[in-house]
C-alpha cells in the first residue's frame, strides 16, 4: 500500500507498539497481560510494517525467520521448566531470584517469567509466519 | 528422579521438533536429528517402563503444585506400557520415513510434525488430569491434521477433511463433558474424580449420571473408532503417504482406546451393569462391522483400515468385560495391535514401491520375485489373525479365557468368528498381492520390481522379530499385561500414588 499518511504513521506506531508489547508482557504475572498477548502486539506491530512496505520488506526488517522465532520461543519454555528439573524438583516449578537494580530498587526475576517470554517469541513467529506467507501469495 | 523420568518422554520429542525446526532447511541434519530423537523417545520409554516395573506406580507434581489443584504426571503400567510401545513404533516409523518419505513434504515441516504428534502420544498416556489429557489430544489432533493433509492433492485433501471434522466434533463433545463433570464434581483430577464422582452420585439423578459417562463414550469412541463412529478412519487412512498412515494406524486410535480404558476403569464404575454391558454390545458391533467391511475391500491399505476398526472391538471388549483378566488382555492386545499394525502398514509401502499400486486386482506374484518380502507380510498377518505362537494368539486367548470365565458366552463366541474372518481376508491379501501370477497388463507406471529393499526392510524385519519375540515369551510378557490389569481394576494403588505423598 503507498499511502503517505500510513508509511509516516507506521514508522511512528511501530515503536511504541512494540514497547507496548514488552510492558504487557513484564506486567503479565500480577495483572492483565503476559506472553501471549504481548506477542500479538508485538505481531501486530510487524503485520502494520509488512502490509505498508510489503513482506519482503518485513522480512529483511526483523532479520530472523520467523520459523526460528518459533523455536526459539518453545527452547525458552523448555529451558524455564528444565529449570525445576536441573534444581532437583519437579518440571515447571517456579524458582524466583532478585535482581538488584541499584536505584530502580530489586525486581523479582523467575522462571515465570522466562516462559512468558517464550510464549511471547513462538505467538510473534507463528503469526507472522501465517501473515508473510499470505501477504506473499 | 522420578520428576525427569515421568517428563522425558514429553520433553524429548519437544527438543527434537525444536530442533528439526531449527534445523528446517538443512535437510541430512533434520533426519539426522529426527532419527536420533525417536531413539531417545524410546530409550526414555524403556527407562520409564523399567523404574514402573519394579516398585509401582510413579508420580510427578508439575510446577509443584499438589494435586488435585495442579497437574500429575503419573504412570502406572499400562501407561509405561504404552509409552514403551509407542516409542518403538515411533523409531522404526521414522526409520523407515527416512528411506520412502518424499523431500517435498519434507520441506513442509515432516519432522518437526512427527515429533510433536509422538510429543502429544506420550504426553496423553502420562497425564493424570482430564483437562491436561484434552489438551495433549489436542496437540496429537492439530500435528496429526497437517500430516494429514501434508501436500495437498485432491484424494488428501478429501480424506483429511473427513479426518478433521469427525475428531473436532469429538473434541468439542469431550469438552462439553469435561465442563459438566467439573460442573458436578468441582474437580478433574482422575484419581480425585473416583472418590469425588461416587460422592456426588448419590444426590443426582440417574439421568445426569448416565449421560455423563455416554458423552466420554460417544466423544473417545470417534477417536477410537468404535461402532457405529468409526467411519472417518476407513475414508481417511489410506490417503497420506505410507509412513504416516503406519504411524496414524499404530497409535492414533490406541489413544482413544486407552482413553476409554482409564476413565472406565477408574472414574464411571459405579453404574458397570448398564455402562459395561453397552461396551461390551459396541465392541461386538465393532468387531463384526469391522471385519465385513475389509472383506469387501480390494485396496491393501482399507482391507487394513477396516481391521483396526474390528481390532478396536477386542480391546474394548477387554473393557467391558471390566475383570482384571479382561483388562490385563486389553492392555496386552492393545501393545500386540500396535506394532503389528504399523507392521503391516509398512509392509503395504514396500509393495507399493514393488507394484506401483495397491490395488490387490493389479498386484500378483510377489512371491516368486520376492519371497522376503511375502515371509515378512505372513508373519504380522498371521498374528493379526491370532495363530499361535505369534503375539496375537496369545492376545486373543486371553480375551477368550476372560470372557469364558465371566460368563459372556455371546461376545466369545463373536469374537472367535470375527477372528476366522480376519484370517479369511489377510488370506486374501496374500492370495490376491503375492500367490496369484502377476496380471499381463505389463509395467504399471511407478511399478519398480527390482527396487532395493534392504533399508526399507529394516523397520519391518524389526517390528516382525518383536510379534515372534513376545509370542515366544509370552508368559512374562502376559505376566505384564496382568499386573497392569490388576493396576487398573484395583484403583487404589493409583489414586495413592497421585493424591497421597506426592512425588516420591
Not at chain 1, 38 to 56: K, M, R, T
Not at chain 2, 385 to 401: D, E, M, W
Not at chain 2, 479 to 497: K, S, T, W
Request: proline residues 5%; hydrophobic residues 55%; without cysteine.
Amino acid at each position: 500500500m503507498t499511502s503517505l499518511i500510513l508509511q509516516v504513521a507506521v514508522r511512528v506506531l511501530m515503536p511504541l507498539l512494540l514497547m507496548f508489547s514488552v510492558f504487557l508482557l513484564v506486567r503479565g504475572h500480577n495483572l492483565p497481560g503476559g506472553g501471549f498477548s504481548g506477542g500479538l502486539v508485538a505481531a501486530s506491530a510487524w503485520a502494520l510494517f509488512a502490509i505498508v512496505y510489503g513482506a519482503g520488506a518485513a522480512r529483511r526488517a526483523l532479520r530472523v525467520d520467523p520459523l526460528t522465532l518459533i523455536a526459539a520461543g518453545l527452547g525458552t519454555i523448555l529451558a524455564s521448566g528444565a529449570v525445576g528439573l536441573v534444581s532437583g524438583r519437579p518440571f515447571l516449578t517456579g524458582l524466583w531470584g532478585a535482581l538488584d537494580l541499584g536505584a530502580y530498587g530489586a525486581w523479582m526475576v523467575g522462571t515465570p517469567l522466562l516462559f512468558d517470554f517464550g510464549v511471547y517469541l513462538s505467538v510473534i513467529g507463528v503469526v507472522l509466519t501465517i501473515i508473510f506467507v499470505l501477504e506473499e501469495e | 528422579m522420578t520428576d525427569l523420568l515421568l517428563v522425558l518422554p514429553v520433553l524429548i520429542p519437544m527438543s527434537t521438533g525444536i530442533l528439526t525446526l531449527l534445523a528446517w532447511r538443512r535437510r541430512r541434519l533434520q533426519r539426522g536429528l529426527s532419527l536420533a530423537g525417536a531413539a531417545g523417545l524410546l530409550a526414555a520409554g524403556v527407562a520409564l517402563f523399567a523404574e514402573v516395573s519394579g516398585p509401582g506406580i510413579l508420580s510427578s507434581q508439575i510446577g509443584g503444585w499438589p494435586a488435585p489443584f495442579g497437574i500429575t504426571f503419573v504412570a502406572d503400567l499400562f501407561s509405561a506400557v504404552m509409552v514403551l510401545v509407542a516409542g518403538l513404533v515411533g523409531f522404526t516409523v521414522a526409520l523407515y520415513s527416512l528411506t520412502s518419505i518424499d523431500p517435498i513434504l519434507e520441506s513442509f515441516g515432516y519432522h518437526p510434525l512427527y515429533h510433536f504428534l509422538l510429543m502429544g502420544v506420550s504426553g496423553a498416556f502420562l497425564t493424570g488430569d482430564l483437562f491436561n489429557l484434552y489438551v495433549w489430544f489436542e496437540v496429537m489432533l492439530v500435528s496429526s491434521f497437517v500430516l494429514m493433509a501434508l501436500g495437498g492433492g485432491r484424494r488428501r485433501t478429501d480424506g483429511a477433511v473427513k479426518y478433521v471434522t469427525l475428531n473436532l466434533l469429538s473434541s468439542t463433545l469431550f469438552l462439553v463433558a469435561l465442563g459438566i463433570l467439573y460442573g458436578l464434581a468441582g474437580t478433574l483430577n482422575m484419581a480425585d474424580l473416583a472418590g469425588k464422582f461416587a460422592q456426588v452420585s448419590a444426590s443426582q439423578p440417574v439421568g445426569v449420571l448416565r449421560m455423563l459417562p455416554m458423552l466420554f463414550l460417544i466423544a473417545f469412541g470417534i477417536k477410537a473408532a468404535a461402532f457405529p463412529l468409526f467411519f472417518w478412519l476407513p475414508a481417511s487412512y489410506h490417503t497420506p503417504p505410507i509412513a504416516i498412515s503406519a504411524l496414524f494406524a499404530g497409535l492414533l486410535t490406541k489413544v482413544g482406546v486407552y482413553a476409554l480404558i482409564r476413565v472406565f476403569s477408574l472414574i464411571f464404575v459405579g453404574d458397570t451393569a448398564y455402562t459395561h454391558t453397552l461396551i461390551l454390545v459396541i465392541a461386538g458391533l465393532t468387531m463384526v462391522t469391522g471385519v465385513f467391511g475389509a472383506i469387501s475391500q480390494n485396496e491393501f491399505r482399507r482391507i487394513l483400515s477396516f481391521h483396526i476398526v474390528s481390532q478396536i472391538g477386542y480391546m474394548i471388549m477387554g473393557l467391558g468385560l471390566g475383570t482384571p483378566l479382561g483388562l490385563a488382555a486389553a492392555v496386552f492386545y492393545i501393545a500386540h495391535h500396535i506394532f503389528v499394525k504399523t507392521n503391516l502398514f509398512l509392509i503395504s509401502g514396500v509393495v507399493q514401491r514393488l507394484g506401483g499400486t495397491l490395488d490387490l486386482r493389479k498386484l500378483g506374484g510377489l512371491y516368486a520375485t520376492r519371497p522376503v518380502v511375502a515371509g515378512l507380510f505372513l508373519v504380522p498377518a498371521l498374528s493379526l489373525a491370532g495363530v499361535p505362537p505369534l503375539s496375537g494368539f496369545f492376545a486373543k486367548l486371553g480375551l477368550v479365557q476372560a470372557g469364558v470365565a465371566d460368563g459372556r458366552y455371546l461376545i466369545v463366541a463373536v469374537s472367535l468368528a470375527v477372528s476366522l474372518l480376519t484370517l479369511y481376508s489377510m488370506t486374501k491379501i496374500w492370495n490376491e498381492a503375492f500367490w496369484k501370477k502377476a496380471p499381463e497388463a505389463g509395467a504399471r507406471e511407478g511399478a519398480r520390481p527390482d527396487a532395493d529393499l534392504r533399508a526399507p526392510l529394516v523397520p519391518v524385519a524389526l517390528l516382525a522379530a518383536v510379534t515372534v519375540v513376545v509370542g515366544l515369551a509370552a508368559g512374562p510378557v502376559f505376566g505384564v499385561a496382568e499386573r497392569a490389569g490388576a493396576q487398573l481394576a484395583h484403583p487404589a494403588g493409583y489414586i495413592e500414588a497421585v493424591l497421597g505423598g506426592g512425588s516420591r
